[in-house]
């Protein structure tokens, strides 16, 4: 059973995995208590027309995730006042996004397998260089995330009180935004455009609900994304269902219990 | 141009044209509904759910529409169980939607080791809807239409003022529930137009828009209805001419539309700018 191991497209796909679920888990503790999960949805759609405009003009998806989702994420950072999660302004661009790389795809050959692959995750098939970008910007956010933690909780649980004492809340909001792009242009290889939820949101939730102090409460977060992410590479690697409906129903169903039997902190 | 206008009377290009047409009408007057009921997240989740439903329909072999909707009515169900506090439950919702992609994601890896399919399905596929669907689609949209125009005053009323109309006898939680069946169905028959991503585009966009130029339900109603068949026909007609896909024009016109409506509506009524807070709770921006 273990013999999978051997095999350098598994090694791949655990390492480059590891990483994903640690930053997954790391940022999405943030994503959740700052109310932000839409947000993170709009950048992952919006990482869509990226990917699919990268294949197009012939360069790496991974690439024009990161460029399109960092801007956007800056962009909602300076001009998104308010971000709620019904803000229909947000849905409408999501919309627009998505069509733009509904137009690249069928432009590049109508290749529909790439498509495929962005929307729902090629952690198996992951490149060499791929797993070498995921390593470096990987470390690099979770450093940036370790060394801002205690003024970016701060600035989430009292803004104004953190304003009036000197931490630059704007700056880290903005900042911020650029992690969680990063983290999902990441999460995009693991599990796709479109179930960004399951490792960004779902374990963060769970964790949320289950430890209540901040610190505790991201590390069960990074624990969770990991567990998940392992056994759902594990158990596709084992057999022919995809990696993604592992971790999407693994999440879910973590998730909803916790969700049931304990109350709102 | 000859060949063109050829190409307009093949009879997939007449099918799509007259599907596509009522369910652009219905989406937009279901539409209106959605966003004065501040439940456009609720419709974005309902057409991800469908996805689980076209693929499982796929792995069966029986009707795409017929397996959304399946699907989008359960969950609709199950969202107007919890109420109306949808607001807030954007995790809970989230959650549930990834499940339900996480299932189709599996379905088609069952059904086909085609990817083209799952394009079709994410982004659209009115220029090759089958007969039985087109047919489906017909009835579906009629019987909403009849159900819409008899429930039309209450469920306007219980929109506006949930708790004025409740005390005035108005089965609003009935109305809810009706009224999240009926956005399941039209959920359903959008996707084989746009597709499980861009519901959006065909839901909310028009009425949204319409909501920006003018408070009056008749008024907002019929420019929605306006808008979304120029979007489905502008869609439809450019696709043809330069094979891109339709639901790309669709998402593009609705998305630069519902831009352009906001400026027209800051100039047309700058005393409305400001949010206020709607009687029911919800907080809904004004145009």
Same mark, same amino acid.
């Given at each position: 059973?273990?013999?999978?191991?051997?095999?350098?497209?598994?090694?791949?796909?655990?390492?480059?995995?590891?990483?994903?679920?640690?930053?997954?888990?790391?940022?999405?503790? =943030?994503?959740?208590?700052?109310?932000?999960?839409?947000?993170?949805?709009?950048?992952?759609?919006?990482?869509?027309?990226?990917?699919?405009?990268?294949?197009?003009?012939?360069?790496?998806?991974?690439?024009?995730?990161?460029?399109?989702?960092?801007?956007?994420?800056?962009?909602?950072?300076?001009?998104?006042?308010?971000?709620?999660?019904?803000?229909?302004?947000?849905?409408?661009?999501?919309?627009?996004?998505?069509?733009?790389?509904?137009?690249?795809?069928?432009?590049?050959?109508?290749?529909?397998?790439?498509?495929?692959?962005?929307?729902?995750?090629?952690?198996?098939?992951?490149?060499?260089?791929?797993?070498?970008?995921?390593?470096?910007?990987?470390?690099?956010? *979770?450093?940036?995330?370790?060394? *801002?933690?205690?003024?970016?909780?701060?600035?989430?649980?009292?803004?104004?009180?953190?304003?009036?004492?000197?931490?630059?809340?704007?700056?880290?909001?903005?900042? =911020?935004?650029?992690?969680?792009?990063?983290?999902?242009?990441?999460?995009?290889?693991?599990?796709?455009?479109?179930?960004?939820?399951?490792?960004?949101?779902?374990?963060?939730?769970?964790?949320?609900?289950?430890?209540?102090?901040?610190?505790?409460?991201?590390?069960?977060?990074?624990?969770?994304?990991?567990?998940?992410?392992?056994?759902?590479?594990?158990?596709?690697?084992?057999?022919?269902?995809?990696?993604?409906?592992?971790?999407?129903?693994?999440?879910?169903?973590?998730?909803?219990?916790?969700?049931?039997?304990?109350?709102?902190? | 141009?000859? !060949?063109?206008?050829?190409?307009?009377?093949?009879?997939?290009?007449?099918?799509?044209?007259?599907?596509?047409?009522?369910?652009?009408?219905? !989406? #937009?007057?279901?539409?209106?509904?959605?966003?004065?009921?501040?439940?456009?997240? #609720?419709?974005?989740?309902?057409?991800?759910?469908?996805?689980?439903?076209?693929?499982? $329909?796929?792995?069966?072999?029986?009707?795409?529409?017929? @397996?959304?909707?399946?699907?989008?009515?359960?969950?609709?169900?199950?969202? @107007?169980?919890?109420?109306?506090?949808?607001?807030?439950?954007?995790?809970?919702?989230?959650?549930?939607?990834?499940?339900?992609?996480?299932?189709?994601?599996?379905?088609?890896?069952?059904?086909?080791?085609? $990817?083209?399919?799952?394009?079709?399905?994410?982004?659209?596929?009115?220029?090759?809807?089958?007969?039985?669907?087109?047919?489906?689609?017909?009835?579906?949209?009629?019987?909403?239409?009849?159900?819409?125009?008899?429930? &039309?005053?209450?469920?306007?009323?219980?929109?506006?003022?949930?708790?004025?109309?409740? $005390?005035?006898?108005?089965?609003?939680?009935?109305?809810?529930?009706?009224?999240?069946?009926?956005?399941?169905? %039209?959920?359903?028959?959008?996707?084989?137009?746009?597709?499980?991503?861009?519901?959006?585009?065909?839901?909310?966009?028009?009425?949204?828009?319409?909501?920006?130029?003018?408070?009056?339900?008749? !008024?907002?109603?019929?420019?929605?209805?306006?808008? @979304?068949?120029? &979007?489905?026909?502008?869609?439809?007609?450019?696709?043809?001419?330069?094979?891109?896909?339709? !639901? &790309?024009?669709?998402? %593009?016109?609705?998305?630069?539309?519902?831009?352009?409506?906001?400026?027209?509506?800051? &100039?047309?009524?700058?005393?409305?700018?400001?949010?206020?807070?709607?009687?029911?709770?919800?907080?809904?921006?004004?145009?």
């Amino acid at each position: 059973m273990f013999s999978i191991f051997q095999y350098s497209f598994i090694q791949n796909a655990f390492l480059a995995g590891t990483v994903v679920a640690i930053v997954g888990g790391f940022v999405g503790y =943030f994503l959740v208590t700052r109310g932000l999960t839409f947000a993170g949805e709009a950048l992952s759609h919006i990482g869509f027309a990226g990917a699919a405009a990268a294949l197009f003009v012939g360069v790496d998806p991974i690439f024009g995730l990161l460029i399109f989702t960092i801007a956007a994420g800056i962009a909602i950072g300076i001009f998104g006042k308010d971000l709620r999660e019904e803000d229909i302004n947000i849905g409408i661009v999501m919309t627009l996004a998505l069509g733009l790389g509904a137009l690249f795809i069928s432009l590049y050959n109508g290749y529909a397998e790439q498509a495929y692959s962005i929307l729902f995750g090629t952690i198996l098939g992951i490149s060499h260089t791929d797993v070498l970008v995921t390593l470096i910007f990987g470390i690099g956010t *979770i450093a940036v995330l370790a060394a *801002i933690f205690r003024p970016l909780l701060f600035s989430s649980i009292d803004p104004e009180v953190a304003e009036a004492r000197g931490v630059p809340v704007r700056a880290l909001g903005i900042l =911020f935004l650029v992690l969680v792009a990063v983290a999902v242009s990441m999460s995009v290889q693991v599990v796709g455009v479109l179930l960004i939820f399951t490792l960004l949101v779902g374990p963060a939730a769970t964790a949320i609900r289950l430890v209540h102090n901040p610190l505790g409460a991201a590390t069960v977060s990074i624990a969770l994304a990991l567990a998940y992410t392992w056994l759902g590479i594990f158990l596709a690697a084992t057999g022919s269902w995809p990696v993604t409906f592992y971790i999407a129903t693994i999440s879910f169903v973590v998730y909803l219990p916790v969700r049931l039997l304990t109350a709102r902190t | 141009m000859s !060949s063109f206008l050829e190409l307009l009377q093949q009879s997939f290009v007449e099918n799509a044209f007259i599907a596509g047409t009522l369910i652009a009408i219905v !989406s #937009a007057i279901i539409g209106y509904f959605v966003v004065l009921r501040a439940q456009a997240f #609720a419709a974005h989740a309902l057409s991800h759910v469908g996805f689980a439903g076209a693929t499982l $329909a796929a792995v069966l072999g029986i009707s795409g529409l017929l @397996g959304m909707s399946g699907f989008t009515v359960a969950a609709a169900l199950g969202i @107007g169980a919890l109420g109306k506090r949808i607001r807030g439950r954007d995790v809970e919702i989230g959650m549930i939607l990834s499940f339900a992609l996480g299932l189709g994601v599996l379905f088609l890896r069952l059904y086909t080791n085609s $990817a083209s399919e799952t394009v079709s399905v994410l982004f659209g596929s009115i220029l090759s809807v089958t007969h039985m669907d087109i047919i489906l689609t017909l009835a579906f949209g009629i019987g909403t239409l009849i159900i819409l125009a008899s429930i &039309f005053r209450p469920l306007l009323f219980s929109s506006i003022d949930p708790e004025v109309a409740e $005390a005035r006898g108005v089965p609003t939680k009935m109305l809810s529930i009706l009224f999240m069946f009926l956005l399941a169905i %039209t959920v359903a028959e959008a996707i084989q137009v746009v597709g499980v991503l861009l519901v959006f585009a065909l839901i909310v966009a028009p009425a949204a828009a319409a909501q920006h130029l003018t408070r009056k339900p008749f !008024s907002a109603i019929a420019i929605s209805i306006a808008l @979304g068949v120029a &979007f489905t026909w502008g869609g439809l007609l450019l696709a043809l001419a330069t094979s891109w896909p339709v !639901s &790309f024009y669709i998402a %593009t016109l609705a998305a630069l539309t519902y831009f352009i409506a906001i400026k027209v509506g800051h &100039f047309a009524r700058p005393h409305a700018r400001a949010a206020h807070e709607h009687s029911n709770g919800e907080y809904v921006k004004a145009a």
